[in-house]
């Protein structure tokens, strides 16, 4: 069997790089994840001179500009959030000095999500009939009910709860 010969291609394959790079599309996700990414390391560096280092990896952020650029930075509990307030005006001199200007920079918590999910009991649906006294449970109170005396209150209940509660 011979078949004809496969036509010559005048396209090539393009890289997947290429289609993120190209102005439609994806190319502007590429372009602001390139921007966090050197907004990240800029924020590292500058919270390593501060001897905050550690908390680099905690912080998520963002850069809005409007007539001033703001710095979002977004953390997960309030000591964090805490720690950095008190270096707020250090912060953004060595932001500066690492080439981001900023005009201000606001610190928000956000607590994350558990990583436990709560699921509704399977018989959480249906309401379940209140079972009896067990037999352990009605000897006891039968027991407490000889040892009371014949006019007494206490006696008159007890024996109401023995009639309304089935074994």
Known sequence: MNFAPKPKRSQTAHEWVDYLRESEGLGGILAKTEDLAKLKSILGRSLSALDLGQFSQKIELSLRQGDQKELYLV????????RLQQVLPSLINELAKNGLVCGAIRVQVKPNPPNWDIKARADARAPRKPTG???????????????????????????????????
Do not use: F, H, M, T
Not at 75 to 82: E, G, H, L, T
């Open 75 to 82: 953390v997960s509990n309030a000591s964090i959030a805490a």
């Open 133 to 167: 006294l067990n037999e352990v449970a009605r000897s006891s109170w039968q027991g407490l009910l000889e040892k009371l005396a014949p006019d007494s209150s206490l006696r008159k209940a007890v024996e109401k709860l023995l009639q309304n509660k089935p074994k």
